[in-house]
């Protein structure tokens, strides 16, 4: 059975909304690096770390991790 958005506690509601922030935010920043660095300036296609940072958490995180040439 799911539970419904109202069913839930205030503290789980707001670590929910927290999460999506942060994601959303990370999200953001990965894109906005993406866009301000030359192809020579990142490991791999600039459009292939674009579709990596839509995967949850991981893909900006990696993008941060492997993806910027230093």
């Known amino acids: 059975m799911k539970t419904q958005w109202k069913e839930l506690s205030q503290v ?25 660095r030359s192809p020579a300036q990142v490991n791999g296609s600039k459009a292939g770390w674009v ?5 949850n958490f991981a893909g900006p995180l990696a993008y941060f991790a492997k993806g910027r040439k230093k």
């Open 51 to 55: 579709a990596a940072s839509f995967i």
């Open 12 to 36: 789980r509601r707001c670590m929910i909304v927290a999460a999506g922030a942060l994601q959303l935010t990370l999200q953001a920043a990965a894109l906005r690096d993406i866009a301000r």
